[in-house]
């Protein structure tokens, strides 16, 4: 949770730090940070399927095969981060020009992404060290990494953005900068860590001595699934703010001080949802089949105990909380969308640990299903919301409720009624 408050922290002070320079940046990088969002989850839910495996290997207390999963991870995790630069050093201005439409909009997005492409290789490297540590459950140096990646990243977007101790003001620009040198840095702390806790030798670690194509296939084969679906559900995300960007900048500005706030709150259960993958995947590897329900009841109970405690203040309180990183002009045209978000997050806080359980039992195809047909529908409902409804801002933002809805009643329904436990 800390790790997880400190890396949201990133996207909302930069946020923060655009409305001061003006509405368009401000819609501009909350636009591009959820474009680099969706390319970046597609190395990072790789990661979450050796995850899943890592932590079943550390339950059977086979601790140099980790090290065969994490080596063979990484050959795969930054080809994938070569292939996406190369994607955006080509054609980066071209996919903004597509699915854009405001010139202003577009010339601060590319200025900002042009840069920013370089942080897939720290992010992508530092994602597979995430799922090393989350699965042998020693995560407090991720706590020390990401506290450091957001403390850095917010005192160079001063110093970047604002020009100060002779730096140029750089703006938008400076943002970027500020972010990839934060990555590295995490990075590189994690990688320390390794020799500091002596991880490298006890799980025979950064060998590279067999790249097995059978290895790779079976963390492919667990993973593919969770990209998929991963990158179809931040495809629905990026649909629907780029529908908001065509009611106009303020709206897409709006949207994102929503958002940053949004998931700033469903920290809590994005980190428990991590977990489960931790702790459903370890029961898996001991095959304590019998414990693995009244485990996600207790995980669930948590995530809606946060939920609820890290709401109230919001809804007692819309306006400070929002004069935090808004414009004062969108201040009040903000607090009914953020309303209708803090709804949704009490399904988030259920549906997202419920889908998790599914890939954690090694029913990843399953959850691909789910996700599948949940985003189908979800999609659908954004059709009529946006063009045959034609609703306002803060009915727009219901369509949260209908995707967290959704996938919690598929989600259960499997549980509920699949034999699952007879392949465990």
């Known amino acids: 949770m800390v790790s997880n408050f400190f890396f949201t922290l990133i996207a909302v002070t930069d946020i923060g730090f655009m409305s001061v320079i003006g509405v368009t940046e401000q819609a501009a990088i909350g636009y591009i940070s959820l474009l680099y969002l969706f390319f970046f989850m597609a190395g990072f839910s790789y990661t979450r399927g050796a995850q899943i495996l890592i932590a079943q290997k550390n339950g059977q207390n086979k601790h140099k095969t980790i090290g065969l999963i994490l080596d063979n991870m990484l050959v795969v995790i930054m080809g994938v981060a070569l292939i996406l630069w190369l994607i955006l050093f080509l054609f ?8 854009l439409q405001d010139p202003d909009v577009i010339a601060a997005s590319y200025a900002y992404l042009d840069i920013r492409k370089w942080g897939f290789f720290a992010s992508f490297l530092g994602s597979a060290f995430i799922a090393f540590y989350s699965g042998i459950g020693r995560t407090k140096i991720l706590a020390l990494a990401i506290v450091s ?5 917010i005192f160079l977007n001063w110093v970047l953005i604002f020009g100060h101790f002779g730096f140029p003001a750089m703006g938008i620009e400076g943002a970027a900068y500020a972010s990839n040198f934060a990555e590295f840095l995490s990075t590189g702390i994690m990688l320390i860590g390794l020799h500091v806790l002596k991880l490298r030798k006890k799980n025979h670690l950064l060998y590279f001595a067999t790249i097995s194509k059978n290895i790779i296939a079976k963390i492919t084969n667990l993973s593919f699934p969770l990209v998929v679906q991963t990158l179809i559900g931040l495809a629905a995300w990026i649909v629907f703010f780029t529908l908001i960007e065509k009611m106009g900048k303020a709206e897409l500005a709006i949207s994102n001080n929503v958002k940053q706030i949004y998931t700033l709150l469903g920290i809590p259960t994005y980190a428990l949802a991590s977990s489960t993958n931790t702790i459903i995947g370890n029961l898996v590897g001991q095959r304590k089949v019998d414990e693995i329900i009244p485990t996600l009841k207790r995980i669930i109970l948590i995530s809606s105990v946060c939920i609820a405690v890290f709401t109230l203040p919001t809804f007692l309180f819309p306006s400070q909380l929002l004069g935090l990183i808004s414009e004062e002009g969108l201040i009040q045209r903000s607090i009914h969308p953020l309303f209708v978000a803090l709804v949704a997050l009490q399904l988030y806080g259920f549906s997202t640990i419920l889908f998790n359980c599914i890939a954690s039992i090694g029913a990843s195809l399953h959850s691909l299903i789910v996700e599948t047909i949940t985003i189908s529908l979800y999609l659908a409902f954004i059709y ?12 727009a933002w219901t369509t949260e409720w209908f995707y967290w809805g959704s996938l919690a009643l ?3 329904s499997y549980l509920s009624f699949f034999n699952w436990r007879k392949n465990i």
Do not use: A
Request: overall charge negative; charged content about 10%; aromatic content about 10%.
């Open 92 to 99: 980066g201005r071209i996919i903004l020009e597509n699915i």
């Open 149 to 153: 990646m957001s403390v850095s990243n």
């Open 384 to 395: 009529l919301i946006f063009y045959v409804l034609e609703v306002n801002l803060t009915i």
């Open 410 to 412: 598929f989600s259960l």
